[in-house]
């Protein structure tokens, strides 16, 4: 069994974005040699989260609306009392910092539609990390 560690860092520059990394991770599952298994996308952080859907302008901007109208980031909410971005830590528990694909025949299998988003909930950020970690034969 091989496991491989693949880096990426991102630099955000909204509050919140969506950062399209489809590229990156399918680079390190490539990068791997691991012919089939399992590839984490995890992103380190408690005010992000990963995301597979659709790169579409119309869909993001629904995606980003629907995300601010759930973690409501002008409440006033207790964390913020200590660090403004308690919104951000809600939608990073509530979405997840990790998704899971399988590699098969050395390719990361995903839906024709789908592509490997970072969820910026508290930016901008200089950097931000997420590990791609490849597991298998």
């Not at 790169?55 to 995606?63: A, F, K």
């Not at 200590?82 to 995903?110: K, M, Q, T, W, Y």
Request: with cysteine.
């Amino acid at each position: 069994m091989k496991v491989y560690f693949h880096d990426i860092y991102v630099s955000t520059s909204k509050k919140f974005e969506l950062v399209d990394i489809t590229g990156q991770v399918e680079d390190g599952v490539k990068r791997s040699g691991v012919k089939n298994g399992i590839c984490l996308v995890f992103a380190p952080h408690a005010t992000a989260a990963i995301i597979a859907n659709e790169h579409e302008r119309g869909l993001i901007e629904d995606i980003l609306t629907k995300i601010k109208e759930f973690v409501e980031p002008e409440r006033r909410w207790n964390h913020n009392l200590i660090d403004d971005n308690a919104h951000a830590h809600i939608g990073s528990a509530i979405i997840g910092a990790d998704r899971v694909f399988p590699v098969r025949d050395g390719e990361l299998v995903r839906g024709t539609w789908q592509n490997i988003f970072l969820v910026e909930l508290d930016g901008p950020r200089r950097e931000r990390h997420v590990l791609v970690e490849v597991i298998g034969e």
